[in-house]
């Protein structure tokens, strides 16, 4: 083996990544022998020591927080990254025995076997990391104004009163100081300040979303074509799925983010169980919130609609509910298709193909 070339690689070596320490096992990717079993620093200088002064190398890491610098200064060293589905490999090895030492041999031995078995993806670049942080920025600032206006909410209702309806985005506006009881004033109206101020905040971190997609993401237009999917949520598909053709059907989509119901069946019952939420959980959110406007009064008529209001028609329980996340689970696949295809967006095709009414 000619251990000079980039294609022949004498080892293999699987890194289990950990917040301060990642364990490394290296194997021998003839005979599988186990050569070295250490662990390193979770930051770049050690990576860089270790690994930058090695012959190419085969190695492969699971996907998570340090993933995506790992892979890149790896890949700068001249190895060979392969980063490794966590949820597929999990379904292969997680079972009995578990530590960060033998997960970081199965990584080399699933690697050395076959890397397909791995499911590897491949990361974005630093911009577009540093641009999903924008919208992982913007969702914290969303939720530390949510948790503000609801204990202001709280605080009001133990007095006997209660805040005029609104939205979160609205509250500020809507003079809710002149409804505060007096005895709260010195400890709400402080929180009334601050909740401006993360609004305007989050309306920052907008204007530089639509910037961002439109000059660096213009596939999100075509996403933007469904009514319902705003630039958020088009970029945070486009960020978050990161390859498009990781999927090679786009209804793994749904499955993907969660978003299809486990099953337990057993003679005659068949219920239905709660959606997996497995993936993304801001995605997710976002799908969803997007098919409540699909369903909503003020979205147009589409076969995502008309499906959606088939199902909630049922009247049996939690029929809305339900409706809701199939929606969300055929956007995910719709979307998808378009990221793919590029085609124009056709509400009613479904419909009219089959004559009128829709599937």
Not at 225 to 250: W, Y
Not at 305 to 332: P, T
């Amino acid at each position: 083996m000619d251990d000079g070339s980039k294609g022949a690689s004498r080892m293999t070596v699987g890194v289990d990544l950990g917040d301060r320490y990642s364990y490394l096992c290296f194997l021998d990717t003839e005979s599988g022998e186990v050569l070295e079993e250490s662990r390193v620093r979770t930051i770049p200088e050690a990576f860089q020591r270790r690994f930058g002064a090695e012959r190419h190398l085969h190695i492969a890491i699971e996907v998570g927080t340090h993933s995506p610098w790992v892979s890149r200064l790896l890949e700068e060293c001249g190895h060979e990254v392969l980063v490794a589905n966590a949820r597929k490999v999990r379904l292969i090895y997680g079972d009995k025995r578990k530590n960060d030492k033998l997960d970081a041999e199965n990584l080399a031995r699933l690697a050395r076997l076959d890397p397909k078995l791995l499911y590897p993806l491949k990361h974005r670049d630093e911009n577009s990391q540093a641009h999903l942080a924008l919208i992982r920025s913007r969702e914290a600032l969303v939720g530390s104004r949510t948790q503000l206006i609801n204990h202001v909410r709280g605080a009001v209702k133990s007095f006997g009163a209660r805040l005029p309806k609104c939205s979160a985005r609205s509250f500020h506006k809507k003079k809710v100081a002149e409804h505060l009881p007096k005895e709260l004033t010195p400890a709400l109206g402080p929180l009334l300040e601050t909740i401006a101020e993360l609004t305007e905040r989050i309306r920052e971190y907008e204007r530089k979303l639509e910037e961002i997609a439109k000059e660096h993401y213009p596939e999100t237009g075509i996403l933007r074509q469904v009514g319902g999917v705003g630039t958020l949520t088009a970029l945070s598909f486009v960020l978050i799925l990161e390859d498009r053709s990781r999927f090679k059907k786009s209804r793994a989509v749904g499955a993907y983010l969660g978003l299809v119901p486990g099953e337990d069946r057993s003679g005659e019952s068949d219920p239905q169980r709660r959606i997996s939420k497995e993936g993304d959980e801001m995605l997710r959110r976002l799908m969803v919130s997007s098919a409540h406007y699909i369903l909503g009064p003020f979205a147009h008529d589409s076969d995502l609609r008309r499906h959606g209001l088939k199902i909630a028609e049922r009247g049996a329980k939690n029929a809305k509910k339900r409706a809701v996340v199939a929606v969300a689970r055929k956007l995910s696949v719709l979307l998808h298709r378009l990221w793919v295809t590029g085609e124009l967006y056709e509400p009613l095709y479904n419909t009219r193909r089959l004559g009128g009414e829709a599937a």
